[in-house]
């Protein structure tokens, strides 16, 4: 599986985050579970959210083939020289 998802958070506060995530799944030698290595990307408008623009992130997770369900953890790398 090649993950490849574009989509619209919208937060409880209700400001739009658009998100863009891509990566790869490696399967376990029995094909139950797939590890996910992702690349993250997020746009926001509003103020609180736009630290957003300025990040790049990374994921790691698992997905469930028979049920599809993804449990992702999401890191910022930040760019300090920006």
Same mark, same amino acid.
């Given at each position: 599986?090649l993950p490849n998802t574009r989509g619209v958070i919208e937060t409880s506060d209700g400001a739009l985050v658009? &998100?863009?995530? $891509? #990566? %790869? !799944? *490696?399967?376990?030698?029995?094909?139950? !579970? #797939? #590890?996910?290595?992702?690349?993250? !990307? &997020? $746009?926001? $408008?509003?103020?609180?959210? %736009?630290?957003?623009?300025?990040?790049? /992130?990374?994921?790691? #997770?698992?997905?469930?083939?028979?049920?599809? %369900?993804?449990? *992702? %953890?999401?890191? !910022? /790398?930040?760019?300090?020289?920006?």
């Open positions: 599986m658009i &998100f863009d995530l $891509e #990566g %790869r !799944t *490696i399967w376990s030698e029995d094909g139950s !579970t #797939g #590890g996910q290595n992702l690349v993250v !990307t &997020f $746009e926001a $408008e509003e103020e609180p959210y %736009r630290w957003l623009n300025n990040v790049l /992130c990374v994921g790691e #997770g698992v997905i469930d083939p028979e049920k599809l %369900r993804a449990k *992702i %953890r999401i890191y !910022t /790398c930040v760019n300090e020289l920006l």
